[in-house]
């Protein structure tokens, strides 16, 4: 298996790596024994055509390299990456060892998919991968020289690679872009550093912002969950304390409350949004049987639901009463595989890799695609002075919507951000601040 699967990152590298070449300039290289003509491409970062254009005779039906041969290979300029290939390294664990290998190879396969749909707007992408697996020693692939040449890095996937990756992409100047990892204390010193998902803390304060400024002709109703276990407990205070800065007033409340007590909590002249303290779905499913008592006795009260995104994975279970309780789920993320871009990735990569995307949120093929889609138009515009904030291109992300800020003279922080919207006539929403 192990074998197959390098095969397919081989085959998709060789074939969605496609640059250009900046100065007519060659050095001269002994062919040593073993050497492959693939191998010595993607040693000086080159493609293979690349290097059998600089030497005719290689293109010849039977051609073999020997041992011994000495053959031109041409030598890339840095130059302005606007105007030649973008250099992109990928450093993840790219294996089949376990699951993390595997999302990390689908993740991947979607940055390949990008770049591939790149090459039709005049964007070439030159792909170095390495696999930096959790007992990888990271100084090892540092150490290849193709690794400082690079002008982006996405990486790493594990937290304990963070800070020793971020040191060498400052020194190099190179775009550090952390695709998952939610702890990133070098984003407050290192300004070449792009951070996708904000820490939990970070979340919880813009939601609960974001709910007082959304939701402020609305009657606020905090439902106690019982759930001693439950850690939303910090966003609903955080919430509670917003609500209180805005000067909007707000009821508290329990799923253990008589029915009569519940239903005072609610007002009748104005819509109310129910924020639950836990994210238990065994307290969803009472929440929402408490709800639908409170509306079989007071029909005229209106009531919409605010969700946590841990919920999204149950939406097929609890759709019907997403859609009547008018539910709004927070998220950095949304995959909406009905949209056409969504369809055409998925009919991309089951025809490119033989298999469908791994069922799971979020679909990782997708949130490669976005990462890779977004950074090298990026820099194939504006350069290094590429910074990921909105308005710079058009950008319709197929899962992941993205808009960096700078996090005072360090990095950059995507504070993009979504409501989910199941609306009451079964139609859904994203709302992106």
């Given at each position: 298996m192990a074998r197959i699967l390098r095969y397919f990152l081989v085959l998709a590298l060789m074939s969605l790596s496609v640059q250009t070449i900046d100065a007519q300039s060659y050095k001269n290289h002994k062919v040593k024994k073993k050497e492959t003509l693939y191998g010595i491409a993607t040693d000086n970062g080159l493609t293979v055509d690349q290097l059998i254009a600089a030497n005719p005779g290689m293109e010849k039906p039977g051609f073999q390299l020997k041992k011994g041969d000495i053959i031109r290979v041409p030598v890339m300029e840095q130059g302005d990456v606007r105007q030649r290939a973008?250099?992109?390294?990928?450093?993840?664990?790219?294996?089949?060892?376990?699951?993390?290998?595997?999302?990390?190879?689908?993740?991947?396969?979607?940055?390949?998919?990008?770049?591939?749909?790149l090459k039709k707007e005049g964007i070439s992408v030159d792909v170095k991968a390495w696999n930096l697996s959790e007992n990888t020693n990271l100084q090892t692939i540092l150490g290849d020289p193709q690794a400082a040449s690079r002008d982006m890095i996405i990486g790493p996937f594990y937290e304990k690679f963070v800070s020793e990756l971020s040191a060498f992409a400052k020194s190099h100047k190179i775009k550090l872009v952390v695709p998952f990892s939610i702890h990133a204390q070098e984003i407050y010193s290192n300004p070449h550093l792009f951070q996708i998902y904000q820490h939990h803390d970070q979340q919880n304060e813009s939601t609960a912002r974001r709910i007082s400024e959304w939701f402020r002709d609305y009657h606020p109703v905090v439902v106690d969950g019982g759930d001693a276990a439950s850690t939303k407990g910090a966003f609903t205070a955080i919430l509670r304390q917003q609500l209180t800065n805005h000067n909007i007033p707000y009821n508290v409340t329990s799923l253990k409350s008589a029915d009569a007590d519940f239903a005072h909590a609610f007002a009748a002249n104005m819509p109310n949004i129910v924020v639950l303290n836990t994210a238990n779905t065994a307290s969803l499913t009472a929440l929402f049987t408490k709800l639908n008592q409170l509306l079989a006795s007071y029909p005229q009260v209106k009531v919409s639901v605010f969700g946590y995104m841990d919920w999204m994975p149950y939406t097929?279970?609890?759709?019907?009463?997403?859609?009547?309780?008018?539910?709004?789920?927070?998220?950095?993320?949304?995959?909406?595989?009905?949209?056409?871009?969504?369809?055409?990735?998925?009919?991309k990569y089951r025809w490119n890799f033989h298999e469908d995307m791994i069922n799971i949120l979020p679909r990782f093929a997708l949130s490669g695609f976005d990462h890779a889609a977004f950074f090298l138009r990026g820099l194939h515009k504006y350069g290094a002075a590429f910074d990921g904030a909105a308005g710079r291109f058009g950008y319709q992300p197929s899962q992941t919507p993205l808009k960096f800020e700078r996090i005072g003279q360090g990095g950059y922080q995507n504070r993009s951000y979504m409501f989910v919207h199941y609306k009451p006539e079964g139609t859904i929403e994203t709302i992106t601040y």
């Open positions: 973008i250099r992109l390294g990928i450093m993840l664990p790219l294996n089949d060892d376990g699951n993390d290998g595997k999302r990390m190879v689908e993740y991947y396969r979607g940055v390949l998919m990008a770049c591939d749909s097929d279970q609890f759709i019907a009463n997403f859609h009547k309780y008018n539910m709004y789920l927070p998220a950095p993320f949304y995959t909406n595989l009905d949209t056409p871009l969504a369809k055409r990735l998925q009919t």
